[in-house]
């Protein structure tokens, strides 16, 4: 958007000529537009609210698993909740994740923010100002929220509380059915036929889901998977740290290795 215009009115630098124009426009710290009608095109103010609104989508889609993650039922994560802060008006026990809805609903303003932009792009014989009272609203707010928006994001992120204890209760209350894929996986990587080794998986899994019984003690009592899978097989595929080998990989890969003391 950092670009100007000393043009005319429809943009044939009659008075000025380009060169003056160029001369302002690079005082201005501006890059001189290409080519333009009265206004500069819109479709650069578009693409600036167009990509806010992706910014405020990509925090509501981390305030909107915390909201979840904080459910009474989940318990699995908790945004920071100050010592006076009160919770739920009506039930005390909650403690309400109001800065992740907050997020989510401001993510909502900006992104309609950008269709507004959207609706700039056309003007009349691409020069009428219809688009300027828009603007008046649509900048100023979209830019200062996603600001605020980073701010908030970056303040649950860094101080909420996570409770892997709770994660792992929650895993177990699976009764083992969060394995189902590594049984398949490994049936078929030790020889048994893909078809039949999810028709064992898939019957042992529904018939544990919906008796609450051990999904594992059912795979270990199963013939069929014995011939291909022993019990020590077994024990490596229902092992949750296999699962979770690979994070701190992940995590390296996105924000860089650990610097060392002497660093």
């Known amino acids: ?21 160029e001369k302002i426009c690079t005082r201005l710290g501006l890059a ?18 167009a990509t806010l609104g992706i910014v405020a989508a990509s925090l509501e889609r981390i305030a909107l698993e915390v909201r979840h993650l904080q ?3 989940v318990r699995e994560v ?15 026990h909650k403690r309400n994740p109001v800065s992740s809805e ?24 691409e020069r009428d100002i219809s688009h300027s009272s828009v603007e008046r609203v649509i900048l100023p707010d979209s830019t200062i929220l996603v600001d605020y928006m980073l701010y908030r994001t970056t303040e649950i ?28 996986q490994d049936l078929v990587e030790h020889g048994a036929p893909r078809e039949d080794s999810y028709k064992w998986v898939q019957g042992h899994a529904m018939a544990a889901w919906e008796s609450e019984t051990s999904f594992k003690d059912r795979i270990a009592g199963d013939p069929h998977i014995a011939k291909y899978l022993d019990a020590k097989a077994l024990e490596h595929t229902f ?9 701190d990989a992940i995590f390296n890969r996105v924000f860089g290795s650990p610097k060392s003391s002497a660093e």
């Open 32 to 49: 001189t537009a290409p080519i333009t009608s009265q206004v500069i095109e819109r479709d650069r103010h578009a693409e600036y609210l």
């Open 239 to 247: 092992d949750l740290k296999r699962q979770l080998r690979a994070v």
């Open 78 to 92: 908790e945004e920071p909740f100050g010592g006076e802060q009160r919770g739920s008006s009506a039930m005390p």
């Open 157 to 184: 992120v860094a101080n909420m509380k996570v409770f892997p204890e709770r994660m792992k209760r929650n895993l177990d209350a699976t009764h083992g059915l969060v394995f189902s894929g590594q049984v398949l």
């Open 1 to 21: 958007m950092a670009v100007g215009k000393i043009s005319g009115a429809v943009g044939t630098c009659t008075h000025l000529g380009p060169e003056i124009e």
């Open 102 to 125: 907050q997020i989510c609903g401001l993510a909502r303003v900006v992104r309609s923010n950008g269709q507004a932009a959207m609706e700039d792009i056309a003007l009349w014989h």
């Open 71 to 73: 459910r009474t039922e």
